[in-house]
């Protein structure tokens, strides 16, 4: 395999034979390895080693052995923030092998990737090697009683982190930094899809001198992967991907309780309010949200709600913009919107377009395979309209590049639409008025709202209503979610 990452038939996975457990590249306990596919070319990029049941289970017990008997737990919070700190450095020097990565696997702009990239693993990093001055590890209080007494914060345990293709190395960053700042030890299970940025990251967190153990790093299938679900010796599962995986590694976990994060799937609206201007509207939502993974990101504004008589309008100014995209390699410059990252994604694209023109959707542009690109898992542009909310269009998270526009007839009206799903990601309020915005904003039940655009902010926060998930991700919340509290109250009166 040619590791140059500006190779065009290459991508730079160090030790992509092996594996990354304990504190050493290994061999896996097969020769099998998984293809990664150049999702504009469809050439063959890299192999990288398999993990099987073996493989999951020393990557565990790596993981156990360093939590319960090295001094990575019991270490100061500063003493860890030291390593996250030199990992950020190292970060910013890989940059742009990170974007170069980001977007043969998965098919995003490298224009968009390359500054990207450093904010989600850089800033990650610093902004929670920084949270080990200021978060409340051991706080004194005194107790009911009049003793002394302390809430004290530790680390909850072995991390099971299962990262998706769309995004790997940022959702890596937003799971480890905050799991290794808490003082736990992780096991990293990367998607067979999009496999080289935890490579990457492993070569990173082996060149840093992470005590063995601390970060081990695995490429799985669901039959391994469910194993690392199930292992006893895991604590904590962190996952980001679909709902139906969410559900069952909650219902999996479950079993022996173990704690979960879950950052599931949306399909989330943008509600459009009498006084915005739809063309204005329309600049926000379409071309960022096509050039931006085609649509594959989980957060998308993919369910456009407006008043009844603006209907056809903003149809017609999606269309425009959707037509005027340009389709093709992600790494040119002159390119607007990139590939999807695998087959089976694109055919689920079709498929789903197709039930959505069954049941009465109309397809105002797009809605097939480019015909001038013959290689790639390229999909046009897409934008249905005269959308029913209680439809399959509606109601389905396309994870592709495929709008809806549904006409609502007063401003609650628009808002009960737009709570009116299993999903609650995110969400955006077009209006001019401040005060309305917020109004709206506190009525729709979504993790995140943005005024006049998508605005989700991770160094904040970011998770789901209902079935988008549980718990948190980013800022604090995202801390304390590899914490457990401990009350102690010892035999003494309180100062």
Not at 301 to 326: E, W
Request: charged letters at 20%; glycine letters at 8%; a negative charge.
């Amino acid at each position: 395999m040619n590791t140059n990452p500006k190779h065009e038939h290459g991508l730079n996975a160090p030790h992509a034979d092996k594996l990354y457990i304990g504190g050493h590249w290994v061999a896996p306990s097969s020769t099998e390895t998984f293809q990664v596919l150049n999702c504009a070319s469809e050439e063959v990029v890299a192999h990288v080693a398999k993990a099987n049941k073996p493989d999951i289970a020393a990557a565990v017990q790596a993981a156990r052995h360093a939590f319960d008997h090295s001094p990575w737990p019991r270490m100061a919070p500063a003493e860890r923030a030291a390593y996250l700190e030199k990992m950020a450095q190292r970060f910013e020097a890989l940059n742009d092998e990170f974007a170069r990565v980001w977007t043969t696997e998965t098919g995003i702009l490298y224009k968009i990737a390359k500054p990207r990239i450093g904010l989600f693993l850089s800033g990650a990093f610093r902004q929670y090697a920084a949270m080990a001055s200021s978060h409340p590890f051991v706080e004194p209080v005194r107790s009911a009683s009049g003793h002394q007494a302390y809430r004290v914060q530790e680390p909850v345990g072995v991390v099971a982190a299962i990262v998706p293709w769309n995004g790997p190395a940022a959702l890596m960053a937003y799971k480890v930094a905050p799991a290794l700042l808490a003082g736990c030890t992780v096991i990293i299970k990367c998607s067979p899809e999009a496999p080289c940025s935890g490579h990457l990251f492993a070569h990173i967190c082996d060149e840093v001198g992470l005590p063995p153990g601390v970060v081990n790093m695995v490429t799985a299938d669901r039959e391994a992967s469910e194993a690392l679900v199930r292992d006893p010796g895991v604590d904590k599962i962190t996952f980001t991907g679909s709902t139906a995986a969410g559900r069952r590694i909650g219902a999996v976990a479950a079993e022996r309780v173990a704690r979960v994060t879950l950052e599931l799937g949306g399909k989330s609206p943008a509600v459009l309010l009498d006084d915005y201007d739809i063309e204005a509207a329309a600049q926000m939502l379409g071309a960022p949200y096509y050039s931006y993974m085609s649509g594959q990101v989980c957060h998308s504004l993919t369910r456009i709600i407006v008043p009844r008589r603006k209907h056809d309008a903003m149809v017609q100014a999606l269309s425009a913009i959707a037509q005027g995209m340009v389709l093709g390699n992600p790494m040119d410059e002159a390119v607007t919107m990139g590939p999807l990252a695998m087959a089976r994604q694109r055919d689920s694209v079709e498929r789903m377009v197709a039930q959505s023109l069954a049941e009465g959707a109309r397809l105002a542009t797009g809605g097939r395979r480019p015909a001038h690109l013959d290689h790639g898992f390229f999909y046009e542009p897409t934008v249905l309209a005269d959308v029913d909310n209680r439809s399959f269009a509606a109601r389905n998270e396309f994870f592709g590049p495929v709008l809806s526009v549904i006409a609502a007839d007063s401003e609650q009206h628009a808002i009960d639409m737009a709570n009116d799903t299993i999903f609650g990601l995110n969400a955006v309020v077009f209006t001019h008025d401040t005060e309305r915005a917020m109004h709206a904003a506190r009525q729709l039940r979504a993790g995140s709202v943005g005024h006049n655009a998508s605005r989700t902010d991770f160094s904040i926060g970011f998770g789901g209503f209902k079935q988008s998930g549980i718990g948190r991700e980013g800022g604090a919340d995202g801390l304390a979610a590899f914490l457990e509290s401990k009350v102690i109250v010892l035999d003494q009166a309180a100062q």
